[in-house]
């Protein structure tokens, strides 16, 4: 099978109104490739809503297990039946896998969505996350759990009124030569291959890595034409740069390395990834 294309998108939902979004992009690169989207739902076990050492009475744990048990079905009745008329109205059919068509598959999972990720993410050559909401404090642990526990790249979805078929037609790379900006261009080469245009974003970079040029006739080798773009980002946030280079530039979709610095201390004290994260309002593909 060529290398140069995705063959399975793997996206999580547990019924918070985000995945109608997520399926959409998740849907175009499906047609696009040819691949599979695999939908898997989350529900939670007692064990992962309880306290951790809170002693419950059997008969009350019974009764919250059996209330759990009736949401659930509730919930994945409603989210198979949305599911299926959202393949429908984007063109998937409802099918494990068919070589050169674009399927879909809903998937019962029981756990926590983080979990949900590191089973079924691992054997996926994208998984599509929504963007994280701040307001609502939701979505932060998914794209952790992405990020961290698959090793695979992650697709990061703004919230759109409508997703254009060519989104990824024009692709932007932010390189600076680091572990996860090479990880990410090589993750993300179908992505990359299939574009009709490349823009190289750099805002500058250490004598001691490849530059934006060498990456560029590294691309070449690929038969992938891909211009540069520099910029200055002086004493900016460089995340804010980047973003505005990529829209600037036309490109529908960002390529990165994502949190050089640790998680924890990019989400408390602010960093290039965490500003992307917060401010993206076109798809980001993120590796780390």
Known sequence: MPLTRLHTIMLPVRGDGKGDNVLAHAASLARRFG???????????????????????????????????SNAAVTEAELLKEFRELAAKFGLAEEDHNSGSATARFIEFEGKQIDAVRTHGRLADLICVPQPDPKLNLGFNTLKSALFSSGRPVMMCPEQETVSDGFADHVAIGWN??????????????????????????GGSDDQVPSPDDLQRYLELKEVSAAVRTFDAGRGQVGEKLLEEAKS?????????????????????????QAVVHQADIPVVMVH
């Open 35 to 69: 691949a599979r989207v695999r939908v898997v739902h989350c529900n939670p076990r007692t064990s992962d809503v309880l306290s951790y050492g809170v002693v419950i009475p059997k008969v009350v744990r019974r009764q919250i297990e059996e209330a759990m048990s």
């Open 249 to 273: 530039s036309g490109a529908g979709t960002l390529i990165m390395g994502a949190y050089h610095e640790s998680y924890e201390r990019e989400s408390l004290f602010g960093g290039n990834s």
């Open 177 to 202: 030569g680091s572990l996860e900006a090479t990880r990410a261009v090589a993750m993300a080469l179908p992505l990359i291959a299939s574009a009709k245009s490349v823009t190289i974003l750099s």
